[in-house]
């Protein structure tokens, strides 16, 4: 008598297009762990099945999640979720696209197969004669699963879910404009047309690219139809900018793993995979492949020390042949609790060109600021001028150390971060900045060149503003054109004492044979012209 009532109430609810398992699992997780209980969840998952749930009932029609590989993702959208979703209405037509058809019937093959295992559960079965890993359908009804790779077609099929499933395989994948067409034109000329008024969209992968599907979506995102929830192995958001972390996490947090990866795991990750690969796989912060002020090329490197062991100072470093050296300092707003983080630099200038030593780069308290900065002028001590931005922590610390440390000079900013890149782009493109060789470095200058290509629009620029402060310093403000400058206020306060009456025009020309401007802003820049020539016809 139980069975027949549980036949004719598994007839009622497919008379209403629901199966008796959609109340069974009121989200797919439950679906998920009842299939296999060693599926485990975590913050990042329990916050995507809520996406995914706002995308089931209504709520939201366009989602994008990107997250680090190997964290589950894929295993809940494209497995999970479609099986989920036929439990509740078998009629909907569900495609799966990935960056090759292989990929995308394997997921296609596992829909299928958990429901034919487990057809008690589903309260669906899969019909007979449309049963093929890449193409099935639910016994009387109208729904299924069909399978596709970015090359393929869907011609002749109306799409109620499409769920896109790393539509790019590699790196090589990514760097290739012809792929990333293709990819767009799976979107626009494929997938799009398929689409009826009430479809709905998943777009899951991890970044490999700023151009990447999902970057063009959100891109060209005018009429804001799509949700993009990132979440990153590491927090890196800005409360001191409003941001905070899908998941609640304190900047610097990281990611409870889905695989069990201790924070010395991720650690050791980001150390293996490198700065620009952590950045946009695990990040999901992919930068310009060039840069957009200051270009990835432009960098020169060095690889022969600038330094040696300082002769009487056992912890010091001394500088050989340098004409200047300095430090800039970009202070944190707060504490630990913030994402920014304090940088230190270590810059020696050599006629035009200047050499990045040293750098630190923390999150750090004031106390801590403090002792990193004493630690680091210790370590320097041909440094004789400090810059430190006038703002934030670093106005405290000028006032704490200035009657301890000498030479600590106030920089105040008066134009925007970008203006200051820009101001000193120019002297990068000329190939005046050097940075050491990752063979001898004392630092990660990975790290400075990933953030520099991702400027203005990378998560962090603490080390952008710490340069741009010391190659103004170095090269437009101060001593590093301060002689040519001189040279030519000289001649030109003479040329305009002098009285001619007659005769040849007193000489007005510097270095090059430059006419000698008056306005010291035009100095300047005649100056850093001058340097520039100089350094291309007569490279180091």
Sequence with gaps: ???????????????????????????????????????????????????????????????????????????????????????????????IASYELGTARRWGRAIRNDIQNNTDKFGIRVRRDTSSAQEWQIQDHDGGVYSVGVAGALTGRPVDVLIIDDPIKDRAQAESEVFRERVWDFWTDTARTRFGADTVVIVVLTRWHEDDLAGRLLAQDTRGEWRHIN????????????????????????????????????????????????????????????????????WRRYATPLW?????????????????????????????????????????????????????????????????????????????????????????????????????????????????????????????????????????????????????????DDQVDATSQALAQLLLDSTGAMAWINYARRHATAATAATVTDGPEPDQSGPDNQTVPVDPAEARRQARNAAFRQHRNNPR
């Design 231 to 298: 979440i990153p192995a590491q927090a890196d958001h800005d409360p001191n900018k409003g941001e905070t972390d899908p998941l609640g996490r304190a900047p610097g947090e990281y990611l409870t793993s889905a695989r069990g990866r201790t924070p010395q795991d991720w650690e050791n990750t980001r150390q293996d995979v490198g700065t620009r690969t952590w950045t946009s796989l695990y990040q999901g912060r992919p930068s310009p492949t060039s840069g957009n002020v200051w270009k990835r090329q432009w």
């Design 1 to 95: 008598m139980s069975s027949e009532l549980d036949a004719l109430a598994m007839a009622a609810d497919r008379l209403e297009g629901r199966s008796a398992a959609a109340d069974r699992y009121p989200t797919p997780h439950d679906l998920a762990e009842d299939l296999d209980p060693r599926v485990v969840l975590t913050p990042a998952l329990r916050l995507l099945d809520q996406s995914l749930i706002d995308v089931a009932e209504g709520r939201c029609r366009r989602l994008i999640w990107t997250m680090p590989p190997q964290e589950g993702k894929s295993q809940r959208v494209s497995r999970t979720f479609p099986a989920w979703l036929l439990t509740r209405n078998p009629n909907l037509r569900i495609a």
């Design 308 to 460: 040696s062991q300082h002769p009487t100072l056992p912890d010091a470093y001394t500088v050989h042949e340098a004409d200047q050296v300095v430090m800039s300092w970009d202070m944190t707003f707060k504490d630990t609790k913030s994402s920014d983080y304090v940088v230190g630099q270590v810059w020696a200038r050599q006629g035009a060109n200047v050499y990045l030593l040293d750098q630190i780069r923390k999150r750090l308290s004031f106390t801590d600021t403090l002792t990193a900065f004493k630690g680091l002028v210790a370590r320097w001590p041909q440094a004789t001028a400090k810059y430190v931005e006038d703002k934030a922590n670093g106005t405290a610390v000028i006032n704490t150390l200035k009657n301890e440390i000498p030479g600590i000079i106030a920089v105040t900013p008066t134009e925007s971060k970008y203006a200051r890149a820009n101001a000193v782009a120019p002297v990068i493109e000329a190939g005046n900045a050097f940075l050491p060789d990752t063979s001898i470095a004392l630092f990660d200058p990975e790290e400075l060149i990933e953030e520099a290509a991702g400027f203005p629009n990378a998560a962090h």
